[in-house]
C-alpha cells in the first residue's frame, strides 16, 4: 500500500469526499480512506463509473454535451448492418457528442468524441452505440431507455481496476465525487464504497 502525507485541510471547508484522509492505494483499485476513527474504501472504477455517468447524463439533458476534436480523424470500416445504423442515427449520436462523416460506402470518418472519451478506444464504441440506438429506436423508447446509452459511453471512459493512481488523481477522484448527484453504487449497480468500524476491525484482530 502506497502510504500518502496526511493533509492539513479544515474538514468544514469539504465535501465528505474531499474530507477523507487519504491513506493510499489498495492493490492498484481501491482507494483507502479514513473518516475519523472508520476505514473507508473506495473502488475507483465505480466511482469514476458515477462521476462519467452523471456528467454525461447532466449535459446530455441540458443539450450541450461537449466534443473534442480528434488530432487524426479514427476511419471506420464497417459492415452492412453497422453502417446502416450509423446512418440512421447520426442526430443522435451528434447529440451525444460525436462527430461522425460518412467517407463513401460503409466508411465514417469519426471527427470528435465527448472529452470522457478522448483517451479511450471510441471506434468500436460508436458502432456499439448506433447499434444499441436503433434497437431501442425500433420500440420507440430512446428518451425512457437513454441511461443505457449513457452507462455504456460512461463504462469505456473510466479508470479501470488495476491502475495506479499518483496521490493527486487520486485526491482529483475524491474531489470529483463530490462535484456530482452522488449516489452508493455505480451505474451497474455495484457499490461505490464501503465502510468498516475500528470497533469491527479491532474484533477481527481480537482487541475486543
Do not use: W
Not at 122 to 132: F, H, P, R, S
Not at 156 to 168: D, F, I, K, S
Amino acid at each position: 500500500m502506497e502510504q500518502l502525507p496526511l493533509e492539513s485541510q479544515t474538514d468544514n471547508q469539504l465535501g465528505f469526499f474531499t474530507g477523507l484522509q487519504l491513506l493510499g492505494q489498495y492493490h492498484q483499485s481501491y482507494l483507502l480512506c479514513q473518516d475519523g476513527d472508520d476505514l473507508v474504501l473506495i473502488d475507483q472504477h465505480a466511482a469514476h463509473e458515477r462521476i462519467g455517468f452523471e456528467k454525461l447524463k447532466m449535459a446530455y439533458l441540458n443539450g450541450n454535451v461537449e466534443r473534442q476534436q480528434l488530432l487524426f480523424p479514427e476511419m471506420l470500416e464497417l459492415d452492412f448492418r453497422s453502417a446502416d445504423a450509423l446512418l440512421a442515427h447520426c442526430d443522435e449520436l451528434s447529440q451525444l457528442g460525436f462527430e461522425l462523416e460518412p467517407f463513401g460506402g460503409k466508411s465514417f470518418a469519426l471527427k470528435a468524441v465527448p472529452p470522457l472519451l478522448k483517451d479511450a478506444p471510441v471506434g468500436q464504441l460508436v458502432v456499439d452505440v448506433a447499434l444499441e440506438l436503433d434497437r431501442i429506436g425500433k420500440s420507440g423508447q430512446f428518451q425512457e431507455r437513454i441511461d443505457e446509452i449513457l452507462i455504456l459511453m460512461a463504462c469505456h471512459g473510466v479508470l479501470r481496476a488495476n491502475q495506479a493512481l499518483t496521490r493527486e488523481e487520486s485526491r482529483a477522484l475524491l474531489r470529483e465525487l463530490d462535484q456530482v448527484d452522488f449516489k452508493a453504487h455505480c451505474p451497474h449497480g455495484r457499490p461505490v464504497m464501503q465502510r468498516m468500524a475500528l470497533a469491527d476491525i479491532e474484533k477481527m484482530f481480537r482487541r475486543l
